[in-house]
């Protein structure tokens, strides 16, 4: 009897730690092969003023929901709900249009089309135009950057045979696509409406005094950096991070190992142990996490867990990540 007494004593704390584990696991992102009970695609995050940012994601179907988000000093931030903006997306990016917390959502349909809507946005809200509209052209890749002392966002893309075009939307309309000649694999653009790539060999190039400019090496996922705008990077074949100074034309090896780059003006993306990870002007810095799919702007990190669900992070003030 007093066997049974005790193995029934065991089996109750084990039943009680076993309930805190799952309990803590419950507030982590969840690996890449852990259960697909979400359905997001991609993700991405604007920040437009003082602690504020819109969360944008795409699901496997092609929806684009937004959502507001304010993040004080503290380890988390309010969340002010999901809004749907739009149906048949193959791919989405969201930036800073202006100062006054206009944010623009930029979107791209399997044809090709490339259309955009804006969002006035407070603390706790965005008004959305009622409209999406259309820029055209029929590309393949998209790339965007909000506009240094503009109120605009630079676009650039390439076209089904590797052809790179350039567009940019502002609060008065927008300037449609043109062509900038040359054919790349891979494409970018800068703060200040300069275009870069990589060929299909990872060679990389830039448009300077409106020519292309071949700066060599081999990379892939071309990224502006943000902590210096004149450096270009992206992978090499080991996975490291190799980055090309365009005032200068030298390359520097910034190391680590990045299973992929996952942002268009941070260069950050996903570890070896699919943690999020970002390059800063002397060190990489590991955020934690285990994701698919990650950006960043000022303090707040997103990610794709495995569970295909929203994260996020406050990174100034805290090490965690919570659902969105």
Known sequence: MQRSITSTHRFTRLAGVLMMICSTLALLPSTSGAATKGD??????????EDDYVVATL?????????????????????????????????MLINQLDYY???????????????YRKGSCGETYCSWDSKWRSIGGKVVSVRSAPANNEDCVHLAALGPAGGVFQAKICDYGFD?????????????????????GTSRAGAFYYV???????????????????????????LSAKKGVWCFDVSNRT????????RKLDDAQVVAGISKSWSFQVLRSNSIRDWGGRLNQAAAAHCL????????????????????WYRL
């Open 40 to 49: 997001l695609a991609d993700i991405d995050v604007a920040h437009h003023g």
């Open 101 to 115: 917390g206009t944010v623009l959502v930029t979107g791209r349909r399997a044809n090709g089309d490339t259309w």
């Open 176 to 196: 449609g696509w043109t062509s900038l000649g040359g054919k790349l694999g891979q494409v970018g653009v800068d703060w200040n409406g300069q275009v870069y």
């Open 251 to 258: 390359w520097t090896n910034y190391g680590g190992y990045w």
């Open 59 to 91: 699901s496997n179907t092609g929806t684009i929901k937004v959502e507001p988000v304010d993040c004080t000093e503290d380890t988390t931030c309010s969340r002010h709900g999901w809004t749907t903006l739009g149906t048949g997306f193959k791919a």
């Open 301 to 320: 990190s997103v990610g794709v867990g495995g569970d295909y669900r929203p994260w996020y992070r406050n990174s100034c003030y805290g090490y965690s």
């Open 208 to 234: 300077e005094s409106a020519r292309w400019r071949w700066g060599g090496g081999k990379i892939t996922q071309p990224v502006n950096a943000d902590f210096d705008i004149d450096l270009k990077c992206g």
